[in-house]
């Protein structure tokens, strides 16, 4: 940026005529309190050709100088020197008070400088709009909230309206149209890129074409925003990604409008870069957490239901509250024949969050192979025993395998636990009794040996499978104690005769009320109930009936 240069000043005794401003190579001009022309120097008349010795600076022609002289003459000013325009140049005027009331007036070249200013003030804008487009683009994940909010900001900054332009699928565009001070409006398109020239390119990421390169008559009826009227320039930039192209960012000025200059489109550019950067990443989030919802179908647990006669109902916490999934688990896996026994099955994986969830996974699709030994529970957990000791993994588990068969309103059980706490029945009187079966863990030893114990649950009666989360879980009034075997049995000795589903629902409700909002492992937790499923008819034909035994 040039400074401004250092005018000569006359001093007090010196004669006009001979100061230093006379051969000075600034204009300069003498005019007295009555706004006559005095003096001038040769860079001066250059400058003003109608500058004229004793004729008012009126005549020359430059109105600011002539308006800035009057205003000091009037009296003392703490005004900016006047300032305007002379030919194509932009000028500043200087004043250095005479003594015999005369004002010298040293025209200065500022046009470097107003270029620079107004270059420094576009380049802030341009900065404070980034920044801008920067917080609207980043504050949602939401592909169609990205392209809504580029096509808003590109018409309100950069041009009178906006298109963006996303890679197609299967044969369709999206497309997001915009105009200034307008709403964004989508639409999906089915016109070939090819009827725009450069557009094709820009959505596989090529570099764009300059827009003097484009015709705007050439442009489809479909490019035109309804309303618009005829487009003057275009400029077609392609919206950069994470190594795939996030589409295309097309700028529309009405033909009154002027074109886009080198700079504009220089500019429209680093815009679509940040625009396609956060396209790219919504884009990249929705497959991601597509790609993820599949996946957790498969880890969730299941919903439980009544499977040949008999009731199920399962629950499950995880350790973390913006977790779905974890390293406990439950499954029930129906009988394959009204004469076989159906196989439920609760575990819970050493650790905690995906890394758990994925051998949870692999334990339950393991199990659901292993469904045809479903009546002998040793070898089922012996062949998965084997199958997690041969693995990568180094995390072991803990699970209980229950068969249920319904004969003649009863269910019969037999419980097999490797490693696991045992399950407790509790009677239709209140009375909780653990179920004796002992066993080691799996993935740990060479052999997993486990014991099987049979038990029959009348009409009423369920059986209560749990992982540790549960009965380890700390709170109480010092947040320290943890809930315990006998609190959960205490519990239970209430909920004889309850269903499943409430006998879940309970036991889930007291581990969270103990915990709080405190750290905590999973909790999984399944009812098995043997349902009161016969009645006396309705009396009269009009009243329920009462359930029995």
Known sequence: MTSIPQVPTARAAE?????????????????DDLGAVRLYNDAAKALIPRLRRGRPLSEAG?????????????????????????????????????????????LVDDTDHRLARQALRTERQRSAFLGEASNALLSSLNLER?????????????????????????????????????????????EDPEEVPGLAEALQGFPPVP?????????????????????????????????????????LRRDASAAFSSEEEVFARIFAARAGAAMSAARLYAEQSSLAHTLMQDLMPPVLRRVAGVEFAGGYRPSKNNERVGGDFYDVHPAAGEAEASLAVLG??????????????????????????????????????????????????SLVLVSTLREAGSVHLAVTSAGHPAPLVVRNDGTVEPV??????V???????????????????FCLLYTDGITEARGGPLGDEMFGEARLAEALSHCGGMPAEAVVEHVQMLASQWTGDRAHDDMAVMAIAAPRSHHLSAVDGHTRGRFTA
């Open 15 to 31: 004669p006009l005529e001979a100061s230093a401003w006379n051969t000075a190579p600034y204009p300069a001009l003498v005019v």
């Open 62 to 106: 430059i109105d600011w100088l002539d308006q800035g002289h009057r205003r000091r003459a009037a009296g003392p000013v703490d005004d900016a020197p006047p300032s305007g325009t002379i030919g194509d140049r932009d000028f500043a005027a200087h004043p250095s008070d005479h003594t015999d009331g005369t004002v010298v007036w040293w």
């Open 146 to 190: 990205c392209m809504d909010v580029t096509a808003e900001l590109a018409a309100q900054h950069l041009a009178d309206a906006a298109l963006v332009i996303t890679p197609r699928t299967g044969k369709r565009y999206p497309v997001v149209t915009c105009l200034r001070d307008g709403q964004p409006h989508s639409a999906i398109r089915l």
């Open 211 to 251: 827009s003097r390169w484009i015709d705007p008559a050439s442009a489809p009826a479909w490019l035109e925003p309804e309303g618009f009227g005829p487009i003057g320039s275009i400029v077609v930039t392609p919206l950069p990604g994470h190594g795939v192209p996030a589409g295309a960012l097309v700028l």
């Open 348 to 397: 819970d994986v050493c650790g905690k969050g995906l890394e758990a969830a994925v051998l949870t996974g692999k334990i339950r699709n393991t199990l659901h192979a292993l469904l045809p030994l479903a009546d002998d529970h040793q070898r089922m957990i012996n062949l998965l025993n084997g199958a997690l000791l041969s693995s990568h993994h180094t995390r072991f588990a």
């Open 436 to 441: 004796p079966s002992r066993g080691t863990v």
């Open 443 to 461: 993935g740990v030893l060479p052999n997993a040996a486990a014991t099987t114990s049979r038990t029959a649950l009348a009409p009423g009666e």
